[in-house]
């Protein structure tokens, strides 16, 4: 039980295009998911907190018009990369957080992004 | 702010070696802490965690004890297997694990048979 899968796994795309990545909680219900970045050889930063039918709750540098996250179900959370750069390009990772009390993170394989 | 510092990797050992993986933190309260472990291919999965000074945490013959004292928690096992080798991140979380969690840059072990 408590997997989380994201779509797509890979994904290449053209600088000024924009990009959607879907997170889903597939056996569970997850009022809170949590978007991730991790650059190479560093740790994995928290870009936004998304919560079921209300807004995301963005971290300090994070640009939210540039990276828009909807969490219009239970089960799924999408994270938009506007106009994308670049500089863009990392690898994103979704966690959804458990609703049974223990408060767990479960977390997405991951999408690579590339910005060409 | 919170952070977490870890051994920079990567690590590597032959199999039924003793592994230490060295995990320091800076907090402001008292944080929960965790070990996440992911496998080539995989997301993160959690290992192992305490919630408070002297807990100990242990899964699948890995162990960590939260010490207040030198604000640490190292990852040890004493006899890994080639099926453990993938990345391992040490993380806090100022509320039990129900708020954000910062992470280590993580350390890649491979095991060798």
């Known amino acids: 039980g408590a997997v989380v899968s994201q779509h797509p796994s890979r994904v290449i795309c053209k600088s000024g295009t924009s990009v959607k990545i879907e997170c889903r909680s597939l056996?569970?219900?997850?009022?809170?998911m949590f978007w991730y970045r991790q650059f190479p050889k560093q740790s994995l930063m928290l870009m936004a907190t998304?919560?079921?039918?209300?807004?995301?709750?963005?971290e300090q540098g994070v640009e939210k018009d540039k990276f828009l996250i909807n969490h219009a179900s239970l089960t799924l959370s999408t994270l938009t990369v506007t106009s994308a750069h670049p500089e863009d390009s990392s690898f994103y990772i979704c966690?959804?957080?458990?609703?049974?009390?223990?408060?767990?993170?479960?977390f997405g394989p991951g999408t690579r992004l590339t910005v060409t | 702010g919170d952070s977490v510092t870890q051994m920079e990797g990567p690590v590597t050992l032959s199999e039924e070696a003793f592994l230490t993986i060295n995990c320091t933190y800076t907090a402001t309260g008292y944080p929960s802490l965790f070990w996440y472990v992911q496998y080539p291919g995989e997301g993160l999965q959690l290992l192992l965690k305490a919630t408070k000074a002297d807990d100990k945490g242990s899964n699948k013959g890995f162990e960590a004890t939260y010490r207040k004292e030198t604000t640490s928690f190292h990852l040890e096992k004493g006899s890994v297997q080639v099926s453990d080798s993938a990345v391992y991140f040490c993380a806090l979380s100022e509320k039990g694990g129900s708020e954000k969690l910062v992470f280590g840059k993580g350390t890649k072990l491979t095991v060798n048979p």
């Open positions: 966690s959804a957080r458990a609703q049974d009390g223990s408060y767990e993170q479960y």
């Open positions: 998304s919560n079921e039918g209300s807004k995301a709750t963005y």
């Open positions: 056996d569970f219900q997850a009022t809170t």
